[in-house]
């Protein structure tokens, strides 16, 4: 059944064990987001989050869903059940305010299960970095150091245009590669960016993450749009929000497990 996002209701979030991990599914957004798939989130994240997660701001349309941002206001749907290993696809477009955050990501903690480390995977478009993608991988074990692996991708090199097109995105994760792509205006699949699980051979290269941070338990995945707080740590990421009202339209969303 789909729920009718603009009557979206804050969900707690339940700690699911690893062993629920969900199968295949897609999401197509019709008049709202499957109900039995995905949670909307209520509340804060705290700083750089300059925001809370307000299900109303999450609008249907006959197709696709629109996350919208509003000083103070900022929309994230999460799924209910944790995944594991597989592609992760959506499309989607936005509007272009300076300090938003547009996302497509996989999330697990401790949250989830208590020591568990803090693995993401990020696909995120920002405003104010221009037409790029940025992408992350991140870990960090509980009270412990925060790593991440960075990279901004030029979306125009490959016809592509966030702000004016539908882009097709996603990533490929695996037990020893991420591989991030999008689908040019042919039709090709082009990989954008690799990053792999470091061997073992003494050597973690600039493309290899160590064995110890390697995202491995299930994990949620979630999409949200946000806006920063422009404290210290939110001028560097997403930098100055300047109160503006933003938008990010999703067409659908895919999960293919390995």
């Known amino acids: 059944m789909k729920t009718q996002a603009i009557l979206g209701i804050g969900i707690t979030l339940l700690t699911i064990s690893a062993t629920q991990a969900a199968s295949y599914f897609k999401d197509d957004f019709n008049w709202g987001y499957n109900s039995g798939i995905w949670q909307a989130r209520s509340g804060s994240n705290g700083s750089p989050f300059g925001c809370s997660f307000t299900p109303s701001k999450i609008s249907p349309s006959s197709h696709g869903i629109t996350l919208g941002v509003a000083p103070n206001q900022c929309a994230e749907l999460r ?36 020591g568990r480390a803090w693995q993401e995977i990020d696909i995120e478009f920002l405003p104010s970095l221009g037409n790029v993608v940025h992408t992350n991988l ?64 003494g050597y973690v290269a600039s493309n290899e993450v160590p064995q110890y941070a390697w995202p491995v338990d299930s994990t949620r995945i979630m999409i949200n749009h946000w806006h920063g707080d422009n404290s210290a740590s939110g001028m560097y990421f997403p930098q100055q929000y300047y109160w503006q009202n933003n938008w990010a339209y999703y067409d659908y969303l895919e999960y293919v497990p390995k």
């Open 138 to 201: 991140i870990y960090q074990p509980q009270g412990g150091t925060y790593q991440s692996w960075e990279q901004d991708i030029d979306l125009g090199q490959y016809g592509l245009n966030i702000y004016q097109d539908l882009i097709h995105i996603g990533f490929d994760w695996s037990s020893w590669k991420v591989d991030w792509y999008v689908i040019d205006p042919s039709g090709n699949t082009r990989i954008i960016r690799t990053l792999y699980r470091d061997n073992g051979d």
């Open 79 to 114: 799924t209910k059940s944790l995944v594991g290993y597989g592609r992760i696809q959506s499309s989607l477009k936005t509007g272009n305010a300076r300090g938003t955050v547009a996302s497509i990501f996989t999330y697990t903690s401790w949250h989830d299960v208590p």
